[in-house]
């Protein structure tokens, strides 16, 4: 009998979750997202994440800023379209990010992140406190649009602290 994919990442005895360190009052979250996931971020001021589609069972958000660029370089700038991808952050009220357990799905120091069913994501986007923010963004060879390399957003898309100004 052959090992499945998940049997050699994780030998059977290794640990799939870690215990939550001590945490202030809120948590730092890292997300990888693409173009068009970035721009419903946009739509909801910069303040939430959408829901889920029908496909996408978990919300995924990852520990440090790191796993987060490995995934937003390695995978959405090169399977996206199209081919870009963003590196987000975001505070949580601890009590909201602590109830989901820290999964690990690779190396155990790295490759950290919560996985928010959901039907509970409009309850964790509850606890987001402040703006989500673009950190980096990385682009795959086919990508043809403009990014601002202060700002690393988009052409037409405005960083959080002026969303409120552009709308009436």
Known sequence: MTPDW???LFPPKA???VPWPPVGDTVT?????????LHLVAERDWRAWPP?????PIFYPVLNAEYAEE?????????NDPPVGFVTTFEVRAEVATRYEIQVVGAQDRHQELWVPAEELDAFNGGIIGPIRVLAHFVG??????????THLPEGLLPPEHESKATP
């Open 29 to 37: 979250l890292y997300r990888p997202t693409g173009l068009h996931e």
């Open 52 to 56: 889920r589609l029908p496909d996408q």
């Open 6 to 8: 998940l049997d050699t």
């Open 141 to 150: 060879a086919e990508y043809d649009g403009r990014i601002d390399r202060k």
């Open 15 to 17: 640990e799939r979750t």
């Open 71 to 79: 995934i937003a370089r390695d995978w959405n700038a090169k399977r």
